[in-house]
């Protein structure tokens, strides 16, 4: 079963992200990782958002 996606906890972690990026001691290997992180985070949050703009424009609708 797939585990709840939590938007707090996604954005929690893209701020972690942006502060390791930003540190000049973070290696370059490090950062093409973090960088693919954020964009998969990015993508969920997406997702996430649009089916709750969804469930409400539904809402509206009834």
Do not use: H, Q, W
Not at 26 to 49: F, I, N, P, Q, W
């Amino acid at each position: 079963m797939a585990e709840k996606f939590d938007y707090a906890k996604a954005v929690a972690e893209l701020e972690e992200i942006a502060k390791k990026v930003e540190n000049p001691e973070t290696k370059l290997d490090d950062v093409d990782l973090l960088v693919g992180r954020s964009k998969e985070l990015v993508k969920a949050c997406r997702d996430y958002l649009r089916g709750v703009k969804e469930k409400i424009d539904a809402l509206d609708r009834d």
